[in-house]
Antibody, heavy 119, light 106 residues
Framework: DVQLQESGPDLVKPSQSLSLTCTVT?????????WHWIRQFPGNKLEWMGY???????NYNPSLKSRISITRDTSKNQFFLQLNSVTTEDTATYYC????????????WGQGTLVTVSA | QIVLTQSPAIMSASPGEKVTMTCSASSSVSYMHWYQQKSGTSPKRWIYDTSKLASGVPARFSGSGSGTSYSLTISSMEAEDAATYYC?????????FGAGTKLELK
């Protein structure tokens, strides 16, 4: 079965960039579907951030469009999140997830990684 | 973007009690997904495409709705159902989530 695992620093300083990796096992990210980043703020609000499609195309939340980039390394079956110019408001648990078809929702999630933005 | 409003924010139910929670959309959507999240774990897809149960979800759960009004119902509350439930839409970009309904065991 497909599994997703987030990794990256748990502390980032304000104004720096946040970089996370999602390692996927059990399914090739180039074979199908879309691969997403979703975050959950303290207080539990969920925000969709963006995705990279198996074709390599990307789509981002307009609220983040100027700061976000999602890329991939197909040789390692990983995809990445970069969020620039972070502030304390970006403190959240970051999840990677897979969405299959249009009406499917986010069927698979990683365990999440808490990133704190603080000086 | 479409705003999803879930109600109630917090509720409690006794074992065996019927539970209904709602999700209201600021504009009409074609379908709704629901996720269950327990403390310290990632959300799990619970109901998708309005009324389809995800794999392993007990048959006491059901989903319904259309347009701007959707609901999740538990026919008979069990202790393991205590969790927070989130609705989510992607009829309109960007996809958005509701703030959640926290269901507690009475």
């Amino acid at each position: 079965d497909v599994q997703l695992q987030e990794s990256g620093p748990d502390l980032v300083k304000p104004s720096q960039s946040l970089s996370l990796t999602c390692t996927v096992t059990g399914y090739s990210i180039t074979s199908g579907y879309s691969w997403h980043w979703i975050r959950q703020f303290p207080g539990n609000k969920l925000e969709w951030m963006g995705y990279i499609h198996y074709s390599g195309s990307t789509n981002y939340n307009p609220s983040l469009k100027s700061r976000i980039s999602i890329t991939r390394d197909t040789s390692k079956n990983q995809f990445f999140l970069q969020l620039n110019s972070v502030t304390t408001e970006d403190t959240a648990t970051y999840y990677c997830a897979r969405k299959d078809y249009r009406y499917d929702g986010f069927a698979y999630w990683g365990q999440g990684t808490l990133v704190t933005v603080s000086a | 973007q479409i705003v999803l409003t879930q109600s109630p924010a917090i509720m409690s139910a006794s074992p065996g009690e019927k539970v209904t929670m709602t999700c209201s959309a600021s504009s009409s959507v074609s379908y709704m997904h629901w996720y269950q999240q327990k403390s310290g774990t990632s959300p799990k897809r619970w109901i998708y495409d309005t009324s389809k149960l995800a794999s392993g979800v007990p048959a006491r759960f059901s989903g319904s709705g259309s347009g701007t009004s959707y609901s999740l119902t538990i026919s008979s509350m069990e202790a393991e159902d205590a969790a927070t439930y989130y609705c989510q839409q992607w009829s309109s970009n960007p996809p958005t989530f509701g703030a959640g309904t926290k269901l507690e065991l009475k």
